[in-house]
Nanobody
Framework: QVQVAESGGGLVRPGEFLRLSCAAS????????IGWFRHAPGKEREAVSC????????QFADSVKGRFTISADRANNTVYLQMNSLKPDDTAVYYC?????????????????WGQGTQVTVSS
């Protein structure tokens, strides 16, 4: 069964960092792309980043460029979202999702398997 599961969220202060993990099961990262999205109260769901291991492609939303990085650990079948210089506007539930076509896209409708989400709160 294809599944993804997020972890690593928490409460941090502005300027601090967090690393989110997306553990994949039932498939390998060689054939699926992984995307990160976030949803804050009162706002629409927003794309954050994606990675395709096979195509060696990553993408980032303008709002996180220069602060977030994404990487894949093929041995552990896990994708990491390193979030640095966090801001209060980064507060949201973060979701990872997989695209069985393997295309790194910031369009959420292309992703077919979603995790339950992990809360990230940035507050002083």
């Amino acid at each position: 069964q294809v599944q993804v599961a997020e972890s690593g969220g928490g409460l941090v202060r502005p300027g601090e960092f967090l690393r989110l993990s997306c553990a994949a099961s039932g498939f390998t990262l060689d054939y699926h792309a992984i995307g990160w999205f976030r949803h804050a109260p009162g706002k629409e769901r927003e794309a954050v980043s994606c990675i395709s291991v096979t195509d060696k492609i990553t993408q980032f939303a303008d709002s996180v460029k220069g602060r977030f990085t994404i990487s894949a650990d093929r041995a552990n079948n896990t994708v990491y979202l390193q979030m640095n210089s966090l801001k209060p506007d980064d507060t949201a539930v973060y979701y990872c999702a997989s695209d069985a076509r393997g295309w790194c896209s910031l369009r959420s409708e292309w992703y077919d398997t979603w995790g339950q989400g992990t809360q990230v709160t940035v507050s002083s």
